[in-house]
């Protein structure tokens, strides 16, 4: 039986274009820095943020490390001349994640957040969602 190379031919990955797609760079840059900053704010002020939200320090700790180590990688992403569309794709499934799951503890009354605390959630819901939209729109630009 003869084996043919069409069928077995490696495929490279599917590669973004990151530094010529200015809609994917600049979304990829805007969301690792507001991603750090919200982070650092959590990890630094998290009794302040905790007292006005609503929000145990319990939570704010991890999530805020957490945030400032997704933001730096994104960051680092967005520096790049060419990524891997599963990298951006990641960190979109990500930022739709996030954003599902903090409108269910919005609406669940998780953690029993002020009015402000509520409106915190969904604010940052709506920015991680727009987030995740404009990198969809500016990977589907981007791919090679």
Same mark, same amino acid.
């Given at each position: 039986?003869?084996?043919?190379?069409?069928?077995?031919?490696?495929?490279?990955? /599917?590669?973004?274009?990151?530094?010529?797609?200015?809609?994917?760079?600049?979304?990829?840059?805007?969301?690792?820095?507001?991603?750090?900053?919200?982070? &650092?704010?959590?990890?630094?002020?998290?009794?302040?943020?905790?007292?006005?939200?609503?929000?145990?320090?319990?939570? &704010?700790?991890?999530?805020? /490390? #957490?945030?400032?180590?997704?933001?730096?990688?994104? #960051?680092?992403?967005?520096?790049?001349?060419?990524?891997?569309?599963?990298?951006?794709?990641?960190?979109?499934?990500?930022?739709?994640?996030? /954003?599902?799951?903090?409108?269910?503890?919005?609406?669940?009354?998780? #953690?029993?957040?002020?009015?402000?605390?509520?409106?915190?959630?969904?604010?940052?819901?709506?920015?991680?969602?727009? #987030?995740?939209?404009?990198?969809?729109?500016?990977?589907?630009?981007?791919?090679?």
């Amino acid at each position: 039986m003869a084996t043919g190379t069409a069928g077995t031919a490696a495929r490279t990955p /599917a590669v973004a274009r990151i530094r010529e797609t200015p809609l994917l760079r600049w979304t990829l840059e805007l969301d690792g820095i507001a991603t750090a900053l919200n982070g &650092l704010v959590y990890v630094l002020a998290a009794g302040w943020v905790g007292d006005h939200l609503g929000l145990p320090t319990a939570l &704010l700790y991890p999530a805020g /490390a #957490f945030l400032v180590v997704v933001g730096a990688l994104v #960051f680092t992403v967005s520096t790049r001349r060419e990524a891997p569309v599963l990298w951006v794709g990641a960190i979109l499934v990500l930022n739709a994640v996030w /954003a599902i799951d903090s409108v269910i503890v919005a609406a669940a009354g998780w #953690f029993d957040p002020t009015t402000a605390g509520t409106v915190w959630i969904l604010l940052q819901a709506g920015l991680v969602a727009l #987030f995740a939209v404009l990198q969809w729109a500016g990977l589907k630009r981007a791919r090679r």
